[in-house]
């Protein structure tokens, strides 16, 4: 399974725009790339998925460059709320693979 | 979406006894679920590949005699920590993909196991 590479945390303010951005060098022309939200003491939660492009839904947009080696989760005017872990993963999809969670992005959210 | 259950959310137990872990899928069929655990301040540790009507599959370094591991239906897995030691104490994920549906893996709440 491909190694994902994030930073290990980010500091904003409400109102702001987030992007986090993910290394994936290795990935396989199978692998999906998807990102996870995990707060305190509960299981991670989907945010977005994609393979290629933009992708773009009711809480975030997913940017992935042709080359697929990297991809940005960007998080529009952040709230106090969204002070959370945030995972980048990377794998084909298939019912019987589990995800392997790197050490994910701590972002922390201001007022 | 997709709904993962676990029961309980909490357990606090005494040094040496076994505890049961349950994960449920609501609302479909899982014939793969996934165990993770969670130590304070790490990411998510895969243990085992609970696999329905079959034995499942442990990740290096996970004892398969500690962490026992039944799929008997295909909307639960238990995971039972057998002989808890403190150093068990952790939260503990479980986690299912529709096969027929999207690509997207859900988590169940997680469980809380403190060994006294």
């Known amino acids: 399974l491909a190694k994902t590479t994030q930073p290990i945390s980010m500091d904003s303010y409400e109102g702001q725009e987030v992007n986090i951005t993910c290394s994936h060098n290795n990935i396989a022309t199978n692998d999906y790339i998807t990102w996870y939200q995990q707060f305190p003491s509960q299981g991670p939660r989907f945010i977005i998925q994609?393979?290629?492009t933009k992708v773009t839904n009711e809480v975030a947009s997913l940017f992935i460059p042709a080359d697929r080696k990297s991809s940005t989760l960007s998080l529009p005017r952040v709230s106090l709320s969204d002070t959370a872990v945030y995972y980048c993963?990377?794998?084909?999809?298939?019912?019987?693979?589990?995800?392997?969670f790197g050490k994910g992005t701590t972002l922390s959210v201001s007022s | 979406g997709a709904v993962v259950s676990q029961h309980p959310s909490w357990v606090i137990c005494k040094s040496g006894t076994s505890v049961k872990i349950e994960c449920r899928s609501l609302?479909?069929?899982?014939?793969?679920m996934f165990w993770y655990r969670q130590f304070p301040k790490q990411s998510l540790m895969l243990m085992a590949t609970?696999?329905?009507?079959?034995?499942?599959?442990?990740e290096q370094g996970v004892e398969k005699d500690k962490f026992l591991i039944n799929h008997a239906s295909l909307t639960l897995s238990t995971l039972t920590v057998t002989s808890a030691h403190p150093e068990d104490s952790s939260f503990y994920i479980c986690?299912?993909?529709?096969?027929?549906?999207?690509?997207?893996?859900?988590f169940g709440p997680g469980t809380r196991l403190t060994v006294l």
């Open positions: 993963l990377v794998g084909d999809g298939q019912a019987g693979t589990a995800l392997i």
């Open positions: 609302d479909f069929q899982a014939t793969t």
């Open positions: 609970s696999n329905e009507g079959s034995k499942a599959t442990y």
């Open positions: 986690s299912a993909r529709e096969p027929s549906g999207s690509d997207e893996q859900f």
């Open positions: 994609g393979y290629k």
